[in-house]
């Protein structure tokens, strides 16, 4: 685990290796245990590392047996031993333990295909100095961020944009296509980042860059048939054996290792999982807000500590009522894009608690998407069912639904919120629903809040169902969240805020193989009977108990709406007064009103379009001021006075 950097001229000239010091330093928290880099003429890579296999041998930039190839790589090959030794048969030598050491020899032997071959999560940067090519590449499923520009004849990448703003020349400028996108969804998609000239590779893809020019290609993709004549019973045997084999390859670690346990079925079946593949307890970790009746609403706790006693695991909690005020400037420094999901506060804080104790962390991530655990998933499940009805009831129901409070933070406020957001979208097209379940604010709002930009200028979502073709509605939904809320979001802050304290966090239920798995199976058992996760729980009943299996699900977020209501109150007007806004230019200081107005009436829930709007302001004070985040926030503090 680390970050990596490098840059590459076009024209043939010398790279500048005095420029690897400025890309490493402001990304040491990545890779606070060694650095390291390597010039070649026109092609200058390097790394920051933390040391997690080999911890004395894997210095890193690696290199062949003739010194033909060096490499920097980001992440973990969970399948290096067998690669290794199928390489050593083959005749290549190795000179370290490093897992990374096997893309070098997998690159010989198989060429640009060597990718294939690897399961893991990783970014890296590979250059054949008798080629005179370098080959820039990200993991299947986009567990790693990848940043890269071009400009003239040099071309720069590094795991994190702050890097490529130390190079000379480059300035913070934000990208407005890409912040009309993030006013819709609350992120910014890959290609795009939120600063204009700055490219995220995207997922499952490499970039080879020789002969003075760059092509970026895929490596992989999701199946796209689902596989017929399979037993319901073969399918939930294949979760538990895939969950298992995934869970025990993620393990391997020369440090400790531990888990992240919300008591929900991701987290907690990866936790089972850890217990019967280790003969020590199994190190758990588990976060909590404690205060008003909305905090209580978020408390996981007891339902952690439920899975922790069944499994005899070593368990730790915390209840924390977070000074966001003092984390937002350093939290949204090291997210380098602004993002509207408040998991990134909650995923910091529980990592900074397990990072006292491990260095590497398991993560139940990924089994929503996998296995149909979102609403959304349910949207042609239900919309059917309301197509039924007599008309004279949709229209009752649609009435009712437009007079519903828009609220989240209690148990019969989020049901009225859920509520109201279906019967809004009961009949629209699949492509409408389901965007109609993921954005934070509509188009057309966004179109309004930036009255300059064409929102339809560039759309995310609509590219990402150009670009799939599964033949189930459900495995369909599961392949456009592969391109983009996944990777974009979710993993995103997954990696950027374990990584701000040095913390390696693994996502085993995102193993390629057994999403691929996920990918061939149809709805009709992966959502049985309109269940969501049907057939994992199902597949896990004899791991975890029913009470587990059967709970509410709980979003990894914050209770920011109802501090938006109280004590944030003051500092959302401050933030985003019409004067601020006005000095900004981007944003029309009369619709923010309205939303924060109709926010706090109830009359619509925009708790994630305030969010969105706020954190980009703060970024912006940051970036793009270029202020340090301590004094951003000594700033917002004031506006609490």
């Not at 070649?40 to 290199?63: E, F, K, W, Y």
Request: charged letters at 25%; a negative charge.
């Amino acid at each position: 685990m680390c970050g990596i950097y490098g840059i590459i001229h076009l024209d043939g000239t010398a790279a500048d290796p005095a420029l690897m010091e400025r890309m490493g330093n402001i990304t040491r928290h990545r890779g606070p245990d060694d650095h390291g880099w390597h010039a070649d003429g026109n092609c200058v890579i390097g790394m920051r590392r933390l040391s997690i296999i080999d911890l004395a041998g894997g210095h890193q930039p690696l290199t062949n047996e003739d010194e033909s190839l060096w490499l920097v790589c980001n992440g973990e090959i969970y399948n290096f031993r067998e690669l290794r030794e199928e390489l050593i048969t083959a005749g290549h030598r190795f000179r370290t333990g490093s897992d990374c050491e096997v893309l070098l020899h997998a690159y010989e032997a198989w060429g640009d295909e060597f990718p294939l071959r690897l399961n893991g999560m990783y970014n890296f940067a590979l250059w054949d100095a008798k080629r005179r090519r370098l080959l820039i590449g990200r993991d299947r499923i986009g567990v790693k961020p990848l940043y890269w520009r071009q400009d003239g004849q040099r071309l720069a990448f590094a795991t994190e944009a702050k890097a490529l703003l130390e190079l000379p020349g480059v300035t913070a400028e934000v990208d407005r296509v890409a912040l009309a996108s993030y006013l819709n969804l609350g992120y910014v998609s890959a290609p795009r980042s939120m600063f204009a000239g700055i490219s995220k590779l995207p997922v499952a893809s490499m970039m080879r860059i020789e002969d003075g020019t760059a092509h970026i290609g895929r490596y992989w993709s999701l199946p796209e048939k689902v596989e017929t004549g399979v037993s319901e019973n073969e399918w939930l045997e294949r979760i538990a054996t895939g969950i298992e084999r995934s869970v025990r390859m993620q393990m391997v670690s020369d440090v400790p290792i531990g888990a992240f346990l919300s008591g929900g079925i991701d987290s907690s079946a990866v936790v089972a999982c850890m217990a019967t593949a280790t003969s020590q307890p199994v190190k758990t970790y588990a976060i909590g807000f404690g205060g008003s009746a909305a905090d209580n609403f978020y408390n996981e706790l007891p339902y952690a500590k439920r899975v922790a006693e069944l499994f005899g695991s070593e368990h730790h909690e915390i209840v924390v009522k977070p000074d966001v005020v003092a984390l937002l400037p350093r939290l949204l420094w090291h997210m380098d894009e602004p993002i509207a999901d408040t998991a990134f506060i909650t995923t910091y804080l529980v990592s900074e608690f397990a990072r006292k104790d491990v260095t590497v962390i398991l993560s139940g991530v990924g089994g929503d998407e996998l296995f149909g655990g979102y609403r959304r998933y349910l949207g042609n499940h239900y919309a059917e069912r309301f197509s039924r009805l007599p008309r004279l009831l949709q229209g009752a129901a649609k009435q009712i639904g437009r007079i519903l409070p828009a609220d989240r933070h209690s148990k019969w406020l989020n049901i009225a919120r859920l509520a109201k957001g279906f019967l809004a979208t009961a009949e629209l097209s699949f492509e409408d629903r389901y965007r109609a379940y993921l954005q934070i604010m509509d188009r057309s709002l966004a179109s309004q809040l930036m009255p300059g930009i064409q929102s339809s200028s560039w759309d995310p979502l609509l590219d990402a169902f150009a670009g799939s073709h599964q033949d189930d509605p459900c495995n369909h939904m599961l392949a456009v969240d592969m391109a983009s809320q996944l990777p974009d979001d979710l993993l995103m802050l997954t990696d950027k805020m374990s990584m701000t304290v040095s913390l390696e966090c693994r996502v085993p239920l995102l193993d390629h193989e057994l999403l691929e798995m996920a990918a061939t199976m149809p709805e009709s058992v992966k959502i049985k009977g309109g269940v969501l996760k049907a057939a994992m729980k199902k597949a896990l009943a004899g791991h975890l108990p029913p009470d587990i299996l059967h709970r509410k699900k709980r979003g990894f977020g914050t209770p920011m709406g109802a501090w938006l209501k109280g004590e944030l109150g003051r500092v959302l007007d401050r933030i985003l007064s019409p004067e601020s806004i006005g000095r900004r230019g981007l944003f029309d200081p009369l619709v923010v009103s309205r939303l924060i107005a109709d926010h706090r009436a109830n009359r619509q829930d925009y708790t994630d379009a305030l969010i969105a709007l706020i954190n980009f302001e703060v970024w912006a004070r940051i970036y793009l001021d270029h202020r340090s985040h301590d004094d951003v926030t000594v700033e917002l503090q004031g506006m609490l006075a």
